[in-house]
């Protein structure tokens, strides 16, 4: 007889073994299903979470992956869940790249997010590391030195003013007109922020290190670490399938979920960088733990 599990977690980032963990120990039957990628495992380390300050990303799943390991209940795979649909009147199917076809009771959306960023020559190999979108998470790492924000608009203003509690020394770097108004642009200046409106050729700098900024003029000015804008995207079409809300976020397209990370469809549950807290690896882990309780209290009947 095909099993039926109690919920199958799809991700297993640190939204999604953080719910497997809480499942496993509720004695839930759960199956997570991962196809990696998570989109912090090029940082050097994860940066102001308690107890794992600077441990590299995939040190922390592997960590994960062998804590649930202890629990007899929980199944980790590895593959790509392809297709979400309702199985019945209460219950979902799966299937996974390759054929294999799974049920559950419950579905908790852990798939994270694509994080896009200009096309600026050197960004993609100093990414999370000397290049970044989260100052909370390496400011420390460039701390006092040339940093820099590659943005123009409102958004630019308050990057530049954010990473200004990490170096006096910051410059927004627009790559053409940086589009602000007179308020934004009598905030920067008050703050000592720099402006550099010319077109952007490239970064500089040995491996993932930074140096400078290459202009299309051929000048170069130094700098250390530089901060970017991003937009998310959902890296997987399982909401879409499923038929969850979603909502506009300021970084992107979100999973609406409730006060348990429950989603508009009964059963389903989202936690991590496709639902609304602030992107970071605090948030999901609380997020999945959260969502995880959540599915517990449903399969309750509370």
Known sequence: MTKTWDCIVVGAGAAGLSAALV????????????????????????????????????????????????????????????????????????????????????????????????????????????????????????????????????????????????????????????????????????????????????LRGPGDALTAIAFADGDERACDGLLVAVTLHQRSRLAEQLGVRTIAGHLGQLVEVDTWLRTSVPGVSAAGDVTPPPPSVASAIASGSFAAVGIVQRMAGL
């Open 23 to 202: 499942l496993g120990r509720a004695r839930r039957a759960t199956l997570v299903v991962d196809a990696g990628g998570q989109s912090n495992r090029p940082a050097h380390g994860i940066g102001g979470l308690i107890g794992h300050d600077g441990r590299p990303p995939a040190d922390l799943y592997a960590g994960g992956r062998a804590e649930l390991a202890a629990y007899p209940s929980v199944e980790v795979r590895a593959g790509e869940v392809v297709r979400a649909a309702p199985d019945g009147a209460d219950g979902f199917a799966l299937e996974l790249a390759g054929g294999a076809r799974e049920t559950a009771r419950h579905v908790l959306l852990a798939t994270g997010m694509d994080y896009r960023f200009a096309d600026v020559a050197g960004i993609e190999e100093r990414w999370g590391r000397s290049v970044f979108h989260c100052p909370f998470c390496h400011g420390w790492e460039v701390r006092d030195g040339a940093l820099g924000v590659l943005d123009r608009g409102e958004t630019a203003v308050h990057r530049a003013l954010l990473l200004r509690m990490w170096s006096d020394d910051v410059t927004v770097y627009a790559n053409g007109p940086v589009d602000l108004d007179a308020d934004g642009a009598d905030r920067l200046a008050a703050a000592g922020v720099g402006i550099d409106e010319r077109p952007v050729a490239g």
